[in-house]
């Protein structure tokens, strides 16, 4: 079992900045991929990122490349998602997952594969 837990969400102005991290527990930590899914309300909840167990490959969703980095520090058990020039339609509960599936695979069709989950943490971009 792993408990994800996020926390970083907030309030911020469009062109901001906020910096998420998920914090995991229970079993090996360092076996997983690990990843950024996000909902807002009246959407379907959609794949934002994703990183390997190593950190050496990582996966984007068109919408945030370029703005959005996602890293892990394998000793603290924790991933972050560092997002920038955040935008109104970057709002969203922002989900933390867990999965032993490549980054590579990971998509908005894939989520419900996905084998762990956190509680989320809202992003409000106000304009």
């Known amino acids: 079992q792993v408990l994800l837990v996020e926390s970083g969400g907030g309030l911020v102005q469009a062109g901001g900045s906020l910096r998420l991290s998920c914090a995991a527990s229970g079993r090996t930590f360092s076996s997983y991929a690990m990843g950024w899914f996000r909902q807002a309300p009246g959407r379907e909840r959609e794949f934002v990122a994703a990183?390997?167990?190593?950190?050496?490959?990582?996966n984007y969703a068109d919408f945030v490349k370029g703005r959005v980095t996602i890293s892990r520090d394998n000793a603290k058990n924790t991933v972050y998602l560092q997002m920038n020039s955040l935008k109104p339609e970057d709002t969203a509960v922002y989900y933390c997952?867990?999965?032993?599936?490549?980054?590579?695979?990971?998509?908005?069709?894939?989520?419900?594969?996905?084998?762990?989950w956190g509680k989320g943490t809202l992003v409000t971009v106000s304009s």
């Open positions: 990183i390997s167990w190593r950190g050496g490959s990582t």
């Open positions: 997952a867990a999965d032993l599936a490549p980054p590579s695979t990971w998509s908005s069709n894939y989520d419900y594969a996905m084998d762990y």
